[in-house]
């Protein structure tokens, strides 16, 4: 393996790098450095979440950047604010020892006065989310036109965000003869894409095969119904006491239901999720990196930019709805050449799943059987004992108490003393997992019945499905076009061969009927008709009600909005361009909230 100054940067760097305790590079910085140093050919990079991404394509240009021209000569993307504050916090800390190289960070939820003030003084390198970035191009804030650099850090994701639009005007906005840059740890067809639109003869380098998990990670899957899966993630927790982790849901509500229902069981957890301020972010953020908490909650996005090195576990708490989001969670472990473990909790309709992820990983789930209490129990006391054997006695600070200590405790013999001992510290355990449930046998009607999580969503049946080309994007691009709602999370997608069933916040329900019988979309030529579907519980079967076109509607005044008319693009849903800060979209009760910067 090469050296950071072999391959070809200056010493003030290597020095920063040092600093940083960065020893020698990883593949993808070893294959990408020298390539962006010696060439001006566009580069497309595969690297797996933890490989040193932002390192690989930041350090060639904070080299090769002309510190003594103030104008922006390098434009990097990053589908959140919190990968864009991490990117830009990097490039500061590998340009300590450059002090005339400057970096702007621009993001939504933060001063745009005084992000166009920073601008103003000048900065070589200017990190930036989609959305703010173009405000500030139109604001002519933001000049672009020196610009030699141009990277799109981790475009899987801003695909998926529907950040198709605001790619195309960043692009308008840079020179012809920029060296585009494409960093993505994943690359669907739709990556593919924006490298065939966006760069010219791109080469190519690797380092894994695309798609694939990390070897580092083994990959685990808990069979539960919906009553169980919540008690299935605490008994994931409680026989590993020393979990580090992160828990991955797909809705904002979802999200806080689960970190509150964490919290109030007296767990170290938080939530991290879009409906949050900067600064609660921030804040659980800078928690979550102090080990202050113990299991971040969080939806897909809201963790982009988590930079965390010893994470034990990835628990998905649902499936992500999309195949390649797995690999992405999966990755936030496993990092550093550290070992992690990826556990997915599933239903068994939902093994199926499994079968497409196994595919990519080139990898087997495991099925794990869900902890029993008596294996927690023991978990939980040896745990326990080896803490006690491993703490350090501070002599001088107790000593001055011990001959009372001793005079108090001397009538107890060392085995009583020890039991004593441990049932301070063990009691609660042992009461709450006494007489606890095998959450194995998923057919005891203890287990499988229950409240389910889609109680606070509306079902509704849709007249299209494959045989009209749709699929989950499509259709929630669909839903979007239709403005329905500022913040209206979107739950389940089923798409069947001639209908589909897609869920909407049960707040929403009234406008999503008027608003599809108000704009009667049509989707590839054919008309769209919705209704409500409901479960008939002794059936099993579904019978729909609430038409919207025609039948059982019954027609509700809803004014239609005005403004620009929304779009879909490449299948990712899009809201009006006037939504400032507020972009929803959702697919299998994932829910994305996509910002204007």
């Given amino acids: 393996m090469s050296t950071f100054l072999e391959l070809g940067l200056k010493e003030s760097i290597i020095k920063a ?70 990117i830009g916090k990097n490039i500061e800390d590998f340009s300590k020892y450059l002090p005339s190289l400057k970096v702007c960070t621009v993001y939504g939820g933060s001063s745009i006065e005084q992000q166009i003030k920073q601008l103003k003084k000048g900065a070589q390198i200017v990190v930036g989310t989609p959305g703010r970035t173009v405000d500030l191009i139109r604001r002519r804030a933001l000049k672009l036109g020196k610009v030699k650099w141009l990277v799109l850090d981790e475009a ?13 005007k960043v692009l308008e ?50 069979l539960v119904t919906e ?57 659980v953020m800078e928690k979550f990196r102090k080990k202050n908490i113990q299991m971040l909650v969080a939806t897909d996005v809201a963790a982009r930019g988590l930079d965390v090195d ?52 080139k990898k087997k789930f495991v ?25 350090e006695v501070n002599d001088s600070e107790i000593k001055t108490y011990l001959p009372s200590i001793y005079e108090k405790l001397e009538g107890l013999s060392r085995e009583e003393l020890i039991q004593k001992f441990v049932s301070i510290e063990f009691n609660s355990f042992l009461s709450y997992y006494e007489n606890a449930p095998d959450l194995n046998n998923l057919t005891t009607k203890e287990n ?29 691009g669909l839903i979007n076009e239709q403005n329905i709602g500022d913040k209206v999370e979107i739950g389940s997608i089923d798409i069947l061969d001639t209908f589909s069933f897609f869920e909407i916040d049960k707040n929403y329900e009234g406008e999503t009927l008027a608003s599809f019988e108000i704009n009667r979309p049509d989707f590839n030529g054919r008309n769209v008709n919705i209704e409500i579907t409901k479960t008939d519980r002794g059936s099993g079967g579904r ?43 959702s697919v299998e009760g994932g829910s994305r909230k996509r910002r204007r910067g």
Avoid: W
């Fill in 17 to 86: 790098l040092t600093d940083l305790g960065y020893e020698k590079p990883t593949l993808i910085q070893e294959k990408s450095i020298p390539k962006i140093i010696d060439s001006n050919q566009d580069l497309k990079a595969f690297a797996q979440t933890g490989t040193g991404k932002t390192a690989a394509f930041s350090l060639p240009i904070v080299e090769l950047a002309d510190e003594n021209d103030l104008s922006t000569q390098a434009i990097i993307l990053s589908p959140t604010r919190e990968l864009a504050v991490q």
């Fill in 156 to 168: 899987d994701e801003m695909l998926n965000m529907g950040f198709k639009e605001e790619l195309d």
């Fill in 173 to 222: 906005a840079t020179p012809e003869s920029k060296q585009t840059l494409l960093f993505s740890a994943t690359f669907p067809k739709e990556v593919e894409a924006i490298a065939k639109n966006y760069m010219t003869d791109p080469a190519e380098i690797s380092s894994g095969q695309k798609n694939q998990g990390s070897d580092n990670v083994s990959h685990e899957y808990y």
């Fill in 227 to 283: 009553k169980t899966r919540y008690p299935a993630l605490k008994r994931v927790a409680d026989i590993n006491p020393n979990i580090y982790a992160i828990v991955f849901c797909r809705t904002r509500r979802e999200t806080q239901e689960i970190a509150d229902s964490l919290m109030k069981d007296g767990y170290n957890a938080d939530a991290l999720h879009g409906d949050l301020s900067q600064i609660q972010r921030d804040s």
């Fill in 310 to 361: 010893n994470l034990t576990h990835v628990i998905n708490h649902k499936l992500p709805d999309q195949i390649e989001n797995y690999n992405h969670r999966s990755g936030r472990t496993g990092r550093a050449g550290n070992k992690g473990v990826s556990i997915a909790l599933i239903s068994r309709k939902e093994r199926s799943r499994l079968t497409p992820i196994e595919r990519i990983l």
């Fill in 367 to 391: 099925h794990t059987s869900v902890p029993t209490g008596k294996e927690i129990c023991e978990k939980q006391l040896f745990h326990l004992i080896d803490k006690v054997e491993n703490t």
């Fill in 448 to 476: 499988s019945r229950g409240r389910s999580t889609n109680d606070n969503m509306t079902r509704f049946f849709i007249n299209l499905g494959r045989k009209d080309r749709l699929n989950p994007a499509k259709l929630i």
């Fill in 543 to 585: 019978r729909r009600r609430g038409s919207s076109s025609g039948g059982g509607f019954k027609g509700r005044n809803r004014k239609k909005s005005t403004g620009e008319k929304s779009f879909s693009s490449k299948g990712f849903g899009r809201k009006r361009e006037d939504r400032k800060n507020k972009r929803t979209s």
